[in-house]
């Protein structure tokens, strides 16, 4: 049945996913953010006959990959054939359909990113500025983006990038960042002149601001900003009510983009411009390949251009490419840039340096055959709106109670009982044999679909895979309520009406879960002789009376909690072999700031628990000045007894704060241990209470 937003309005999609960095292998944070809902979007809409081209490659270029690469004594471009390599075995392995996969290495994208440039270039739509930049006077080189890091002038997060914070997804220029550090040999940079190429973003805040927040375009409508993410929307719309800064567009690095500018030697194209123009360069290769014309989906008035994506990309797909891409002319922007929020992983978020992270290529050996199952828990759970958690567990819950009790113990039944019945032959309905329940059902499936496409194309992809679970429930409980097996003896007539039905429940499944467990659809399509399944043959008539079944394979196995434990297990242990991280430094003090404190040996005399706190135990400490109370947070590592008696250092001119409706006089000073312990700071036998710490 046909979906009435897609007849009344035929029309080209042009889709991208993110490009990965290639730096590093592909975590099931990555998967759940960019790539499996565009390739659930993309399978649906070619199941419902639409013209959709999704498109994706590696991102080659950067700070990152050359930092990387001298770290590991290798050149950059075997960094980034390695993992583009093992980037497309793990999207492979999970059955992610792009329809090209590209690389930004490639000399076609050099071309294609250097002539978009020089169209930019030649529109006037930079600055061209010589001024100051950090550089490392023992490296002897300019330090761009992740060569520098440091405190982040928004959120204070440390270790922030010099073009970006990951803690809080702010874009940087580097000499934003406070207390900056070379990463090439932790030197402080210097400042030292050089030519960059700035896109003079403030100029384009008001057509901005109209494009976000009123989807209008060059005083047109253009999108239903109703139908954006109001993270995406209300992050863009905080960039621009900060007002938008100019940012360099080159960098003084050699690997990348050259720019193509006479006397710019040594300079690259600012990854950030050349890897969206990826997307272009991708569709063009596609096009080459298949006779197609690429303007038609870039250019064209009635393609429409979609960007998935995680939230930390928001500002470059939502503010800085629409600059690039009405600045060049031609292009389409995007109508909608669904940006999904991160996924952790058991309590904590994921991480590549602490290898904290399920990673795909790692899945795929350990669970072979298993994609489907981890692409159903990942868009259960996709991180849509907000942050969300992946646990074993339940994956383990998932699998077990849904996909296997569910929609593999639904359509085991149907086969199984039709091969009983009927010597595996679909049987008529005869209509004089019908009752309400099966009008019930059959309405229900009518609807289904059109339902189910309708949420896909808004990007609900949680509540569509719901949706498309409950008719394999319908399918259950209109099974388990009609009891075909006891009507068998009796009137069978009956037996063969309500079997028809439930198969063609198990056929409208097999459809309405292709675009999220497309294994699993095909594998029930081919027992239910399903040939080239569309969205539209989803419907109550779908399997005809008289069809011979084919024989079902195992869809799932159930996971024991023994599996679970071992991956709990793994993570543990990765979490223990990671080398310890060093807390940076902190920002500069002067003499007469550390002569303010005033840091006595104190000695517990008694201690107590806080009652219904869960983290204070409350000291009282001999000072030498006095006894006084002091509240801890410690109670989570320490009882009460083992603290009484201790020698302890203790801050003890700090103002008086109440907690609990306790007055503490103080701080005890402890020492975090890299596994997020906790010590005492013990002053050396022969001190007594009352020594003055200087
Ligand atoms: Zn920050």
Known sequence: MADPLLTSSPHRLMMTSALPYANGPIHIGHVAGAYLPGDIRARYERLAGNDVLW?????????AITLRAKKDGLTPRDIVDRYHGEMQTAFEGLDLSFDHYSRTSSPKHHQNAQDFFKTLLDKGSFEVKTEAQFYDPEAHQFLADRYIIGTCPKCTADGAYGDQCEKCGSALSPTDLIQPKSTLSGATPILKDTTLWYLPMGRHEEWLRDYIEKGLFEGQPHHDPQTWKAHVTGQCRSWIDGGLQSRAMTRDLDWGVSVPVEGAEGKVLYVWLDAPIGYITATMEWAEKNGKDWRDWWQSKDAELVHYIGKDNIVFHCLIFPILLREHGGYNLPTN??????????????????????????????????????????ASIMPEQKDSEFTWTDYRERINNELADVLGNFINRVVVLTQKYYQGQVPVALVSASETADDAIIEALQLAPERIGALIQRNRFREALHEAMGVARLGNKYMTEQEPWKLQKNNPERTAVVLHHCIQVAGICSVVLEPFIPRTAKKIQG???????????????????????????????????????AQLEKLQASRAKTEPTVQPIKEEMTFDDFQKLDLRVGEVIACERVPKANKLLNLTIRTGLDERTVLSGIAEHFEPEQVVGRRVTVLVNLAPRTMRGIESQGMVLMAETADGGLRFVTPEEGTAAGDVIS
């Open 527 to 565: 027992a239910f002789g399903v040939e080239n399944a569309a969205w539209s043959s989803a419907a109550a008539d779908m399997i005809p009376a008289g069809r011979t079944l084919n024989p079902l394979p195992i869809l799932f196995e159930k996971v024991d909690e023994s599996v679970v434990q």
């Open 55 to 63: 498109v994706c490659g590696s991102d080659e270029h950067g700070a």
């Open 337 to 378: 840039v669904p940006a999904n929020a991160f996924m952790n992983l058991e309590g904590d978020k994921i991480s590549t340096s602490r290898n904290w992270a399920v990673w795909v290529s790692e899945y795929l050996e350990q669970f072979p055959g298993k994609s489907d199952e981890m692409r159903y828990v990942l």
